[in-house]
């Protein structure tokens, strides 16, 4: 391990601590990738937060990046018609391999970058979602609907030509993006890839794992919630019961006139 | 922004800003004040609006609840308006029914379909509690402006009549009636399986049986359904935190900031208001969420999948 850091003295300590935990080179090509801040932190003050990515693949190489969550099984209400005229949660459809979030961005806008850049688009996810239990309706486009949930909660995102290239040192080409992580992310373990993509094909990967981790208050109030569910209610009630009192006598004592 | 008011639930797993939250108690406050409702029925669906899970946005809704029925309850018991004798009537009532309730949309659930029966009881009940409530009291506005006509007594009269033969008669004198015990039971019961069904306090259910069936004088009746919802939301309350774990403190706290100062301002602008003023606001309101949920059922969705839980 330290001879590692040694290699990497240029960077900021945080940096370089990452990315000595992080760089994982993916082929003979060397791609290296490496975030910043190392983890989401999830305080009080979370609204979603930026995450650099940055890295380096082999030089004339463009850049898909791609953030993820670990697939999981999902279950939905599929809205329906019936008697041809009321919108009615019809029926259940079960999917899986679902990421719960699914950010991705490019160097290039992904039309010029060929076929092989398709599977990582927000399309692409089409392909991994197996559905389960099928909709009622024949008709239904189960991951079309899926997508555009996903992306009205702020959970998937596709953006194009947001990865700058960089500087080439030794046939290595550098690149740095930001990707917003939503404010609706639970917190858990991702991963963070980078793909490597020369003319239309794909010639290596790097991915790092991302951590969001609660802290602070929230993490306290979590905790509390889910270990101790009786103590919790109670003290929300007694809390709010107290509260209503307090501003109970606050406006009693103002209003004296009446 | 040179402010950031953004502040992160760990439990509904998103960021809210905390103007739009106060505010939104706020307003729901000032009407639960006015006219005696939890206001669950109008501040769940917002909530959903603003992003948070339907179960976390119904669970932590009755968490603030409590809070602003206390100091609504509070309010209106220095006014002398809260009947504690009928209110514990409706509440045992209530708790029964709501038991039942939970069983009936079980066995609903269970045979599919229960949510397009929910829909509709919701649309019909509120289509029909507001249409009444409101032709109700335009009559009476316009007969009060009128020349007195003595008919009102002949038409309540087999009514009267008929609860009058009912056992177990006794005085509630705060309300100023004299009813069977059966009454506000039985009348609880069916409130509170209604409340179950429909996943709401029951409180704008609640507040026209009073008025209607049991013939309780209106601010009698604001003070009664708040201290009866109190009760009711209490239970919610502790039942989710421990099952479901869906109740946000921190949301229901911003929430019921906001409220219980709308609703200290509503107990006051409901006493400057008429009584059947007073009834014909609360119908347009409710007449009005039937028409959005009315809406709700006709037009298409943008999506046609949405996440489980809710109702």
């Known amino acids: ?258 | 922004m040179s402010l950031d008011l953004s502040l992160y639930l760990p439990i509904a797993g998103n960021s809210v800003n905390c103007l739009a939250i106060l505010g939104l108690g706020g307003l729901v406050g000032l009407l639960s004040g006015i006219f005696g409702v939890g206001g669950g029925f109008l501040m769940t669906p917002l909530l959903i609006m603003l992003g948070i899970p339907p179960t976390v946005a119904a669970a932590s809704d009755s968490n603030q609840i409590v809070g602003a029925s206390t100091s609504g309850t509070f309010a209106h018991f220095k006014l002398g308006n809260v009947d504690f004798k009928m209110g514990l009537l409706l509440l045992v009532g209530g708790v029964a029914g709501g038991s039942l309730g939970v069983q009936i949309i079980k066995i609903l659930r269970a045979l599919g379909n229960a949510d397009f029966l929910i829909s509709i009881t919701y649309v019909l009940m509120l289509g029909f509690v507001g249409g009444y409530m409101f032709l109700e009291s335009l009559q009476a506005m316009r007969k009060s402006s009128a020349p007195k006509v003595e008919e009102a007594p002949k038409q309540e009269s087999r009514y009267a009549r008929a609860i009058g033969k009912l056992p177990f008669q006794m005085d509630f004198p705060r309300s100023g009636v004299r009813l069977s015990l059966l009454m506000p039971l039985l009348l609880g019961v069916l409130v509170g399986v209604l409340a179950a069904i429909m996943g709401v306090g029951g409180g704008f259910i609640m507040v026209p049986v009073m008025v209607y069936l049991l013939r309780m004088p209106m601010h009698v009746v604001v003070g009664t359904s708040l201290f009866q919802i109190l009760f009711t939301c209490v239970n919610v309350t502790i039942m989710q935190s421990v099952q479901n774990h869906t109740v946000d403190f921190v949301l229901a706290l911003l929430l019921l900031i906001g409220s219980s100062i709308g609703a200290q301002v509503g107990t006051k602008v409901g006493k400057k208001l008429g009584g059947e003023q007073l009834k014909i606001c609360l119908a347009t309101l409710v007449l009005a969420v039937m028409v959005k949920m009315l809406y709700d059922l006709l037009a298409r969705p943008d999506v046609l999948l949405a996440y489980m839980g809710g109702h």
């Open chain 1, 1 to 258: 391990m330290k001879s590692v850091t040694f290699r990497n003295l240029a960077l900021a300590a945080l940096c370089l601590l990452a990315a000595s935990l992080f760089s994982v080179p993916a082929h003979a090509a060397g791609i290296t990738i490496q975030t910043t801040p190392p983890s989401v932190v999830m305080g009080a003050q979370y609204d979603g937060a930026p995450l650099t990515i940055s890295g380096t693949v082999p030089e004339g190489s463009d850049v898909v990046l791609r953030f993820t969550g670990a697939p999981a099984d999902m279950h939905l209400r599929e809205k329906g018609k019936l008697f041809g005229l009321l919108w009615m949660n019809v029926g259940k459809v079960s999917v899986k391999n679902v990421p719960n979030v699914y950010l991705v961005d490019s160097s290039r806008p992904f039309e010029q970058l060929g076929a092989a850049v398709t599977s990582y688009r927000l399309e692409g996810l089409r392909d991994a979602i197996e559905v389960e239990e099928a909709a009622k309706s024949p008709d239904l486009d189960i991951a079309h609907e899926l997508l555009l949930l996903k992306q009205g909660d702020g959970l998937y995102h596709e953006s194009e030509a947001g990865v700058t290239l960089g500087e080439v040192v030794d046939g290595m080409q550098s690149y740095t993006a930001t990707l917003h992580i939503p404010s609706a992310l639970k917190p858990g373990d991702y991963r963070v890839e980078a793909v490597a993509l020369r003319d239309g094909s794909v010639s290596g990967s790097a991915t790092a794992p991302v951590q969001a981790v609660l802290t602070g208050f929230p993490l306290w109030l979590n905790n509390l919630a889910f270990d101790n569910g009786l103590l919790y209610g109670v003290m929300a009630t007694l809390i709010a019961i107290f509260s209503g009192l307090a501003i109970g006598v606050v406006f009693q004592s103002k209003g004296g006139a009446h």
